[in-house]
């Protein structure tokens, strides 16, 4: 499983992904699953993958290809594409044509291969957008009535962005938000796993403004997953029915 | 959909469901889904309901007729059965007959018909238990460990009583917890819907101590659910990271 979260906000993009991945219960690995892709100042674009690795990794690979090929265009390169909207399209159709690709050779499997990606990004003099794109490759658009997407294991950290998280949302509090969200996905569901990847792209800043990795035992995290803990219970004492 | 949750704590059992069923998005009805059987101060059993409201009404009804047949014996009827495991085994077996009936003739659909249940409750001389069982009759317990069983929609609702309940939490806390758990549920998906059931049955009283039906717009609910919105958005502001 996995559990990826984006928001956007009218300050910025906050992004924020898990890293392990599982087949079956007894065979849990770590991998990356936020990727970027930026050329400082002038376009940033970050990649969240959630479904089977050979999809996600296929697609990547193929993306990148198509970035360093020497007929690379705006219609194939997410690099050179004009529009957020045209590089959200050119993801889609790549993760469908991968999807499509391993499903057929994995036929004789019950079994059907699939990944679904949020792709949040800004090209200069553009806006920033943020998408979530389905395996079939078409895709939806965080709008400011919901300005956070989801993928893999949603249910758990949903609640904590409804109560909190508004367009109006200040990249700190954002950054706390989605911590907190993913520390109640962390507790319930096994099949999501530290270390997480953690970026924040400013309003027009057109790069990754900050990124870091969170390992196991994060003095900080810990911090605030404890806090949390107390806050919730003190709460909980505190109301009257 | 549904969201039903039992506690087994050692003061006694607590049990609240919702009463939205669906046939689709645009078919909603309300219907109940938590049922007393008592014989007040030798037994009391409550079953909760989640699944096909054909599976799940018509089990009902054949547990109420083989209550109330001629040759009726501690074999067939749950109000005769010597133990809560008997009436747990009976349960079970009716529901699996039952969905195997109403799958049988639902054929020529592509569709399952399908229902899960809690049961709760407690004989003069027994203890109290607190069984989940599965719609093909078997079932697993409530332990210690983890005093709680949920049956429907039960990620959003999970969290508040992993981080409070445990067996020795009072009765009172208890319906708050439920309540809470409830509560965060309502929110997120809305094919669980008031109005509430909310039973308590106390230790060794061998019958449904307290019950109470809570509607939409009950006074105490909605202050409750208010009170927790703001102390968990306190929460959040007082956090650090």
Redesign the interface.
């Known amino acids: 499983m996995t559990y990826c979260v984006g928001l956007k906000l009218n300050a910025g993009l906050v992004l924020l992904s898990d890293t392990r991945t599982n087949a079956g219960l007894d065979n849990i690995s770590t991998y990356r699953k936020m990727f970027h892709f930026e050329n400082p100042g002038e376009r940033v674009i970050v990649i969240m993958t959630a479904g089977s690795l050979s999809v996600t990794q296929t697609t990547l690979a193929r993306l990148q290809e198509a970035i360093e090929a020497p007929d690379a265009d705006e219609t194939s390169s997410i690099m050179r594409a004009e529009t957020m909207l045209q590089v959200a399209t050119i993801i889609g159709n790549t993760l469908n044509r991968t999807r499509r690709d391993i499903t057929e050779q994995c036929r004789d499997l019950s079994q059907q291969a699939s990944a679904s990606m949020i792709v949040a990004g800004q090209r200069a003099g553009g806006t920033m957008r943020l998408f979530l794109i389905y395996p079939e490759g078409n895709f939806i658009e965080a709008t400011d009535d919901t300005p956070y997407l989801q993928i893999g294991e949603h249910?758990?950290g949903?609640?904590?962005l409804?109560?909190?998280v508004t367009p109006e949302t200040s990249l700190?509090?954002a950054?706390?938000?989605v911590?907190?969200s993913m520390d109640?996905t962390l507790?319930?569901n096994l099949s999501v796993g530290m270390p997480l990847d953690l970026a924040v792209i400013e309003r027009d800043d057109c790069r990754v403004s900050q990124r870091r990795r969170i390992d196991e035992g994060d003095p900080?995290f810990m911090?605030?997953s404890a806090?949390?803990?107390a806050?919730?219970?003190?709460?909980?004492v505190?109301?009257?029915?």
Chains 1, 2 share one sequence.
């Open positions: 249910k758990y949903k609640p904590i409804d109560r909190v700190s509090d950054k706390k938000a911590l907190l109640s507790r319930s900080a911090a605030m806090a949390w803990s806050a919730l219970r003190d709460s909980f505190n109301i009257q029915i």
